[in-house]
């Protein structure tokens, strides 16, 4: 299968500071890169949408001034979690797929572990 | 409700066994099915892929999908402790686009 790659794997930050995760497509292009938070022993909720080129599209409850995506190239996206709080504390999982069809499968990175202090 | 419903688990049993996963969900606009299995701490992995109703096997695993029921399964054959792990259901009604979770199943297999 396709390899998404997502780093860091485990950031620690004082609270009021900014964090930024990237998601990068190794080998494929990425059309579209999803961003998702798991909270322990829940669902994969998703935050976000980003197309290559375009804005992203933040699902209803989702600040997308706290949560800023860039999706600049086929390859790379990254989330910014900006003026971090320890609510945000979270695991971060980003996905990509090759298209948008309706066979289009997406690939889930490794996710990053967010703790906020 | 939640739209996608999947019992947590636990759910323990012995090697060799057969396992049988299932979700339901109240979206009738679902046409696509996966189930992902998820190592503790690692991001999910694709196992399945379908599309509206029917059966899929690959290996020791076999997705089948009700649409009529909104009810969709995994079972796992020969199961080994490798197998050991959270599995997630995910549904959209289009590809990738905007996958809805279940809560996903913590299973563990018991040399």
């Known amino acids: 299968g396709a390899v998404v790659s997502q780093h860091p794997s485990r950031v620690i930050c004082k609270s009021g500071t900014s964090v930024k995760i990237e998601c990068r497509s190794l080998?494929?292009?990425?059309?579209?890169m999803f961003w998702y938070r798991q909270f322990p022993k829940q669902s994969l909720m998703l935050m976000a949408t980003s197309n290559e080129g375009s804005k992203a599209t933040y699902e209803q409850g989702v600040e997308k001034d706290k949560f800023l995506i860039n999706h600049a190239s086929l390859t790379l996206s990254t989330l910014t979690v900006t003026s971090a709080h320890p609510e945000d504390s979270s695991f971060y999982i980003c996905?990509?797929?090759?298209?948008?069809?309706?066979?289009?499968?997406?690939?889930f990175g490794q996710g990053t572990r967010l703790t906020v202090v | 409700q939640k739209e996608v419903e999947q019992d947590p688990g636990p759910l323990s049993v012995p090697e060799g066994a057969i396992v049988s996963l299932n979700c339901t969900y109240s979206n009738s606009a679902f046409q696509y099915f996966m189930w992902y299995r998820q190592y503790s701490r690692k991001g999910p992995e694709l196992l399945m892929y379908t599309y509206s109703s029917g059966n899929k096997e690959d290996g020791r695993f076999t997705a089948q999908v009700d649409k009529s029921s909104k009810y969709i399964s995994l079972f796992i054959r020969d199961s080994q402790p490798s197998d050991s792990a959270t599995y997630l259901c995910?549904?959209?009604?289009?590809?990738?686009?905007?996958?809805?979770f279940g809560q996903g199943t913590r299973l563990t297999i018991n040399p």
């Open positions: 080998d494929f292009q990425a059309t579209t």
């Open positions: 995910a549904m959209s009604w289009y590809g990738a686009q905007k996958l809805v």
């Open positions: 996905s990509a797929s090759h298209g948008t069809g309706g066979n289009t499968e997406a690939f």
